[in-house]
């Protein structure tokens, strides 16, 4: 049985409020948290920074929000999402600011680890949102939920031009301000979720460490990682990578190279929430077939030589690509509620976690495949190879679950 089902009564309004703030405010934290994917193009003209550097760069703000993620998604069990989220979304606007006032490449690699908060809040609304819905419904919410990545859009289109009028600071510091500001409006138009007011209610004691972990021990976790650190950390990589591929590749100018990189990150967003109504009608594993059959054909045709691929070619795929990425982002989410119903932030915030470190570690291997095989394409052949191994291993875990008459739960099949 649900949250929702359990909990006191609340207005027919609470959760839709709830969803769209959330996703307001998360989309807000996506534009922050990929703020180098436009600002780190400046910094590395600046510092003349090799390509292995601004990877490093880029990726840093990723990993901290992938390591927190685990974190937060206890806190937000523990002491209510609306809290959580708020303190989140104010530490990484402070952090955001002083970056601004970062000279050296080393204070903006530990300015990137403090911007890199507001990548936590996914964990964060994942646990907040999915409790004020049913389970036939959460698909749909959390997809809605998780096309806040559009964020990564809103940076691409609107920071190169107040790159351009003001320098790259003033992008922190507005980013900054406007990530404050969403804090203040989020914490006083929601409430708390309804699974964590019926625990406060009850007067019920927080799980202990060990009992929010324990099914991380089954190896269905890791395989849900490893799904979501190819369709969402593959997502947030190339989301860094594109506009410093399309300069490099084709020589666009930088205005021209993140109004193209938009063009990917918008379908992988937006389309996120029809990932999530899929999921909830299809199933999220027929969802994840159709994923990476596609993505497989498309990292494959995106390895062959840049010069062989034109660029209108390159945008058509890059569009595919990230349509399909997003439909399997919302499916990987839809399992952990429909399979771990009782311990979605923990679940949920690992899951993140592996998929934000493909973020992070995929930009940096980007990078350095570039450097020892000088071939642009080569971050195009290692995601390639990542798909295939996840849809081996999925369909032969799929097999082994037929064979043993195992039945997964209906909004997952």
């Given at each position: 049985?649900?949250?929702?089902?359990?909990?006191?009564?609340?207005?027919?309004?609470?959760?839709?409020?709830?969803?769209?703030?959330?996703?307001?405010?998360?989309?807000?934290?996506?534009?922050?948290?990929?703020?180098?994917?436009?600002?780190?193009?400046?910094?590395?003209?600046?510092?003349?920074?090799?390509?292995?550097?601004f990877g490093l760069l880029v990726g840093t703000p990723v990993l901290t929000g992938s390591v927190v993620r685990i974190v937060l998604g206890i806190w937000t069990g523990r002491y209510g999402?609306?809290?959580?989220?708020?303190?989140?979304?104010?530490?990484?606007?402070l952090a955001t600011f002083l970056l601004s006032y970062a000279q050296t490449y080393t204070q903006m690699l530990i300015a990137g680890l403090g911007v890199g908060l507001a990548g936590g809040s996914f964990a964060v609304g994942v646990a907040y949102v999915s409790p004020f819905f049913a389970a036939d419904k959460q698909g749909t919410a959390l997809?809605?939920?998780?096309?806040?990545?559009?964020?990564?859009?809103?940076?691409k289109f609107a920071a190169p031009f107040v790159l351009i009028a003001w320098g790259w600071q003033a992008v922190a510091q507005i980013w900054a301000v406007g990530l404050a500001l969403m804090a203040i409006v989020f914490w006083?138009?929601?409430?708390?979720?309804?699974?964590?007011?019926?625990?406060?209610?009850?007067?019920?004691?927080?799980?202990s460490l060990a009992e929010e972990f324990a099914p991380l021990q089954n190896v269905q976790v890791w395989r849900f990682s490893l799904y979501y650190f190819f369709a969402f950390g593959g997502f947030v990589?190339?989301?860094?990578?594109?506009?410093?591929?399309?300069?490099?590749?084709?020589?666009?100018?930088?205005?021209?190279?993140?109004?193209?990189?938009?063009?990917?990150?918008?379908?992988?967003?937006?389309?996120r929430a029809f990932g999530g109504v899929l999921s909830d009608k299809k199933g999220a594993r027929s969802v994840m077939y159709a994923m990476f059959a596609v993505s497989a054909v498309a990292t494959l045709v995106l390895s062959l030589p840049a010069?062989?691929?034109?660029?209108?070619?390159?945008?058509?795929?890059?569009?595919?690509l990230g349509f399909f990425m997003s439909l399997g982002k919302a499916?990987?989410?839809?399992?952990?509620?429909?399979?771990?119903?009782?311990?979605?932030?923990?679940?949920?915030?690992?899951?993140?976690?592996?998929?934000?470190?493909?973020?992070?570690?995929?930009?940096?291997?980007?990078?350095?495949?570039?450097?020892?095989?000088?071939?642009?394409?080569?971050?195009?052949?290692?995601l390639f190879a990542i798909v295939a191994i996840s849809l081996i291993w999925m369909h032969l875990s799929v097999k082994q679950l037929s064979r043993q008459g195992h039945s997964a739960p209906v909004a997952a099949t």
């Amino acid at each position: 049985m649900s949250a929702i089902e359990k909990a006191p009564p609340m207005s027919a309004s609470e959760p839709a409020k709830a969803l769209w703030i959330s996703t307001v405010a998360f989309t807000l934290c996506f534009a922050v948290w990929t703020i180098f994917a436009i600002i780190g193009i400046r910094i590395k003209q600046d510092l003349g920074l090799n390509e292995a550097e601004f990877g490093l760069l880029v990726g840093t703000p990723v990993l901290t929000g992938s390591v927190v993620r685990i974190v937060l998604g206890i806190w937000t069990g523990r002491y209510g999402g609306r809290l959580v989220y708020t303190l989140t979304m104010l530490a990484a606007a402070l952090a955001t600011f002083l970056l601004s006032y970062a000279q050296t490449y080393t204070q903006m690699l530990i300015a990137g680890l403090g911007v890199g908060l507001a990548g936590g809040s996914f964990a964060v609304g994942v646990a907040y949102v999915s409790p004020f819905f049913a389970a036939d419904k959460q698909g749909t919410a959390l997809g809605i939920f998780g096309a806040g990545n559009v964020g990564a859009a809103v940076t691409k289109f609107a920071a190169p031009f107040v790159l351009i009028a003001w320098g790259w600071q003033a992008v922190a510091q507005i980013w900054a301000v406007g990530l404050a500001l969403m804090a203040i409006v989020f914490w006083f138009t929601t409430t708390d979720d309804p699974a964590f007011r019926l625990r406060r209610e009850r007067g019920v004691a927080s799980k202990s460490l060990a009992e929010e972990f324990a099914p991380l021990q089954n190896v269905q976790v890791w395989r849900f990682s490893l799904y979501y650190f190819f369709a969402f950390g593959g997502f947030v990589a190339l989301s860094l990578w594109l506009p410093r591929y399309l300069v490099g590749v084709y020589d666009f100018n930088l205005e021209t190279a993140g109004m193209i990189a938009a063009a990917y990150s918008i379908p992988g967003s937006i389309f996120r929430a029809f990932g999530g109504v899929l999921s909830d009608k299809k199933g999220a594993r027929s969802v994840m077939y159709a994923m990476f059959a596609v993505s497989a054909v498309a990292t494959l045709v995106l390895s062959l030589p840049a010069s062989a691929i034109t660029p209108a070619i390159f945008i058509v795929v890059i569009f595919v690509l990230g349509f399909f990425m997003s439909l399997g982002k919302a499916a990987v989410y839809k399992h952990i509620p429909a399979y771990y119903p009782e311990n979605v932030g923990a679940v949920g915030g690992i899951v993140g976690m592996m998929g934000g470190l493909g973020g992070f570690i995929l930009p940096i291997t980007f990078g350095l495949l570039k450097d020892m095989t000088g071939l642009w394409s080569s971050c195009f052949l290692l995601l390639f190879a990542i798909v295939a191994i996840s849809l081996i291993w999925m369909h032969l875990s799929v097999k082994q679950l037929s064979r043993q008459g195992h039945s997964a739960p209906v909004a997952a099949t």
